[in-house]
């Protein structure tokens, strides 16, 4: 076995760590529920803050809902906002960055001119001015994740899309009269496919911990709906005491995102093995 091979066997141990933790946490969080005797918005009036039991198992919270059902449906949640606004952002990135490296001239003036004024915008800030006036509930909440997580990445994007159409094979599809669409598909797309692959995983656990920040200040999923960050938020007043309803959510929350984390580092090292690191 040669060094190299050595070397992205060793690095393609955090993903397939990531990926093992990451195929779990769906495994508990999706099938739980069926298992479980109680539902999420079920209450139990014989109940109230008791600890972990053989009825409950993580106990209840204040208004007697059990804690093992809600923790579940709020990391179906913070999972599925994450996994459609990583989606979106990336996807997003490759059209912008493409579109603009490829066309060049006043189209890469405009969407460039564009990210940069999207940048230059406090995230925090527009959401506090727009949740308020929004009623779209998840779906707007994605939208709003996702449209500050691109810009960056379709810089990149636009940058090798520029370095890609200085190829020889671009240039003679190019100069045989092949439409631009289908020259981005067939040649430019694929040779970006490692990129986008590493930034749609990563920018998974960036969009969970931004919603479920959000949520945890009110500004994400609403009531009577819950997230990660809303059981955050309603348990750290009585983290002291009763530590189940925080402790339960916070600690799903960090798996969630180190899984998340390991397979997007481990896709890094292994798809750029000159540029991962060891």
């Known amino acids: 076995m040669t060094v190299r091979s050595l070397t992205v066997r060793r690095r393609s141990r955090r993903a397939v760590a990531g990926l093992v933790l990451l195929a779990l ?12 005797p109680w539902g999420w918005d079920g209450t139990d009036f014989t109940a109230f803050h008791q600890g972990p039991s053989a009825r409950h198992w993580l106990g209840t919270t204040h208004s007697g ?144 911990i931004a919603e479920s920040g959000l949520s945890f200040l009110g500004l994400g999923v609403r009531p009577p709906d819950v997230s990660l960050g809303t059981l955050i938020a309603d348990g750290h007043g009585t983290v002291a005491a009763r530590p189940w309803p925080f402790g339960f959510a916070a600690g799903l929350l960090v798996l969630i995102v180190l899984a998340v984390n390991l397979l997007g580092d481990g896709l890094r090292d292994v798809l750029d093995p000159a540029g991962g690191r060891g």
């Open 65 to 208: 809902r059990d804690v093992f059902a809600l923790t579940l449906r709020g990391a179906q949640r913070s999972l599925l906002i994450g996994l459609f606004a990583a989606v979106i952002a990336t996807g997003l990135a490759a059209v912008v960055g493409t579109a603009a490296g490829f066309a060049g001239g006043p189209l890469d003036r405009t969407l460039m001119w564009g990210v940069d004024l999207l940048l230059a915008l406090p995230p925090l800030l527009v959401v506090v001015v727009l949740v308020p006036r929004l009623s779209g509930g998840v779906p707007v909440l994605v939208a709003l994740l996702a449209a500050f997580m691109w810009m960056i990445t379709a810089r990149m994007v636009r940058s090798m899309t520029i370095s890609l159409c200085e190829r020889e094979y671009v240039l003679a599809a190019r100069f045989l009269g092949v439409s631009a669409p289908r020259v981005i598909v067939r040649h430019v797309l694929p040779q970006l496919a490692s990129l986008l692959a590493v930034d749609a995983s990563l920018n998974v656990s960036v969009a969970i």
């Open 25 to 36: 946490l769906f495994s508990l969080v999706f099938g739980g529920p069926l298992v479980s």
